[in-house]
């Protein structure tokens, strides 16, 4: 049996790697981010946890572009890459908007959905990305709206938390539908999640 010298795995990172890393790291910050924010009722906290995902999105970018400069693509990227984008455009948004008051029972589980479908559609991106790549060796189009678009949703959170409507004063209000609430807002959490896992062709940029 081989055994390893302790970090070897981290010297073998490329450089895009680390960028992928902090992606992840952007994405983790503003889940404690938000959990300050339920823990003290300071809304700095719940504004820093939106403005990491945006900053999330920037790492996002660059680790792909340097992957390319670099003609360091591989599949250990890609799964790197799938694992960090589920937590800043899949967790942390999801906490972003229970933070921001959408903690009925309905609002709950519709985030758990939209986290399902943005695991669900990096899966799929990742099973079928080599497919569709043998001819031109570049995937050309995505199937389902990428899962960084979800960046969109908590710029809306943003404004709101920065106009001081979350909590009590969520935009739309809420329903009481059966045993639980319902906050109408988190209803694009609902469409989003549905687009990620749709099969609509969008061109790969």
């Known amino acids: 049996m081989t055994v390893k010298k302790p970090f070897s795995m981290i010297r073998d990172f490329h450089l895009a790697d680390w960028f992928t890393l902090g992606n992840a790291f952007c994405g983790m910050s503003a889940v404690f981010a938000a959990m300050a924010f339920l823990q003290s009722g300071n809304r700095n906290y719940l504004l820093w946890a939106a403005g990491l995902i945006p900053l999330a999105l920037v790492f996002d970018i660059l680790d792909g572009r340097i992957a390319r400069w670099?003609?360091?693509?591989?599949?250990?990227?890609?799964?790197?890459?799938?694992?960090?984008?589920?937590?800043?455009?899949?967790?942390?948004?999801?906490?972003?908007?229970?933070?921001?008051?959408?903690?009925?029972?309905?609002?709950?589980?519709?985030?758990?959905?939209?986290v399902?479908?943005?695991?669900?559609?990096?899966?799929?991106?990742?099973?079928?990305?080599?497919?569709?790549?043998?001819?031109t060796g570049k995937v050309n189009h995505f199937e389902g709206t990428p899962i960084p678009s979800s960046t969109l949703?908590?710029?809306?959170?943003?404004?709101?938390?920065?106009?001081?409507?979350?909590?009590?004063?969520?935009?739309?209000?809420?329903?009481?539908?059966?045993?639980g609430l319902l906050h109408p807002l988190v209803l694009m959490f609902a469409l989003s999640g549905s687009l990620m896992i749709s099969t609509i062709r969008i061109p790969k940029l």
């Open 70 to 114: 670099r003609q360091q693509q591989s599949s250990m990227g890609r799964e790197l890459d799938s694992l960090a984008d589920i937590i800043s455009f899949g967790v942390a948004p999801a906490a972003i908007a229970y933070s921001s008051g959408m903690h009925g029972l309905w609002d709950a589980f519709i985030l758990m959905c939209f």
């Open 153 to 179: 949703l908590v710029v809306v959170l943003a404004v709101a938390a920065s106009q001081d409507r979350i909590g009590d004063s969520l935009w739309f209000g809420q329903l009481q539908l059966g045993p």
């Open 116 to 135: 399902a479908c943005g695991v669900s559609r990096l899966a799929r991106y990742n099973t079928t990305a080599e497919a569709m790549s043998e001819e």
